[in-house]
C-alpha cells in the first residue's frame, strides 16, 4: 500500500502529508487524463490503440448524431464548419473549430458516458492533435471530410455519417501518429 501510494503521489495525483493523511490532488474527472498521460510516454503502441479507440467512437458518435440531432445541434455542428472554413488559413483556430465540430457531434449523439469517453481519449491525444494539420492543403482535406460527415447527418443517414468518419479517422489517425513518432 505503500509503494502504491508513493507512485500516485509521483504520478500528482494524491498528496501524502505525514501525520495528516493522503489527499487528492484534484478532481478525478481531471486527473485521469493526467495520470493516463504519463501513459503515452511509454511507447508509440499506447497512441495507436489511443487512435483506434478514438475512430471507433468517433465513428459512432457520428452514426447517433445522424439518427438524434436536434435542429440547434445541426446550427452547433455547423457553425463549427464555418469556423474551420474561415480559419483555413489559421491553423490554430482550425485546429479548435475542428475539435468545437467532434464536440458538437458528440452532444448531438445524446450519449453523455460516450461524450465522457472521448474526452479523455482526445485528452490523451491533445498533445498531438493540436500540431496535426501542417499547412492549408491538410486543413483542406480535413474540411472535405468534416463537410462529408455533416451532410450525411443533415440526411439522417446513418451509415453514410458512419462511413464518411471512418474515411476522416484514417487521415487524421495517420496525421496523428506521425506526430506521435
Known sequence: MREALAALEILGIVDVRPGSGTYLRGAASELLP??????????????????????GLEIYVARLAAARASASEL???AGSLERMRSGIDNLRAFARADLDFHNALAEAASNDTLVDLLHVVRSLLQVYADRAVHDETEASIALGEHEAVYQAIVSADEDAAASAMATHMTTASRRLASEAT
Open 75 to 77: 446550427r452547433a455542428i
Open 34 to 55: 493526467q495520470t493516463l498521460r504519463w501513459g503515452l510516454l511509454i511507447g508509440q503502441k499506447s497512441t495507436v490503440e489511443l487512435l483506434e479507440l478514438r475512430s
